[in-house]
């Protein structure tokens, strides 16, 4: 038999990256998945309060000695419910596709031998499209086939950060929010108050071992 197995990151932000799309994934698919109502609340309670913490931790302005210690508590809150997540929901899950368990990070071992994936050498090519309120669609191809809306061989998703509001970054380091996404066509959402906001994105192509491609180039879009 498979085994399916998978790790949780251990930096701010690869955790704050992981946490974000495996519960805005399981939230969205709960139903299909079979994950209980009573999770996903305590998940999402959870999520709210860490990614508060995160973000006065990460700015300049309010980060502390005190503030990383906030951060790091509510995160041992999170990561707890997310373990119980993946033992108990989503490994092994068969109404999981082979594409939304690359996308949170589950891997299966046994299925034959091979040589890991090299990095990407190619870059996403997004736009970001608004459809509806409060909302933009990242549709994205490859720079390798720019006609097509595919990821690349070997590659889990597209990983795309933002700065949102306020001028152009001038480092990608300024783009401090961050999503996976695993379709084109996909859908983020963000809140009322952003409506009107100018949203600066970069992306690039993460591959089933985890190994980052180059960055894009600046896509920008206005929530609507």
């Known amino acids: 038999m498979s085994k399916e197995t998978y790790s949780i990151p251990k930096g701010p932000n690869e955790r704050y990256n992981f946490q974000r799309n495996a519960i805005s994934k399981c939230t969205a698919n709960a139903a299909a998945w079979g994950i209980p109502d009573t999770l996903i609340t305590q998940l999402t309670g959870a999520q709210t309060v860490y990614e508060a913490k995160y973000d006065i931790a990460s700015n300049r302005a309010t980060q502390s000695p005190y503030a990383t210690a906030e951060r790091d508590a509510a995160w041992d809150i999170l990561e707890a419910l997310l373990v119980i997540l993946y033992d108990q ?28 994936a ?9 736009t970001l499209t608004a459809e509806e309120i409060s909302s933009l669609h990242v549709i994205y191809s490859d720079s390798s086939a720019p006609g097509t809306h595919n990821k690349p061989d070997n590659v ?36 009322n108050a952003q409506r009107g906001q100018t949203v600066y994105a970069f992306a690039r192509w993460i591959n089933r071992n985890g190994k980052q491609g180059p960055w894009s180039s600046m896509a920008m879009a206005i929530i609507p």
Do not use: Q
């Open 89 to 116: 929901h989503l490994l092994y899950n068969e109404a999981i596709s082979p594409a939304d368990k690359d996308s949170l990070h589950i891997h299966t071992s046994g299925t034959g031998g091979g040589k890991p």
């Open 118 to 126: 090299p990095a990407p050498d190619t870059t996403p090519i997004i």
């Open 156 to 191: 889990a998703f597209c990983e795309v950060v933002c700065k949102i509001g306020g001028s152009a970054p001038v480092l990608i380091d300024e783009c401090i929010t961050r999503y996976n996404v695993s379709r084109s066509h996909e859908k983020i959402d963000f809140n």
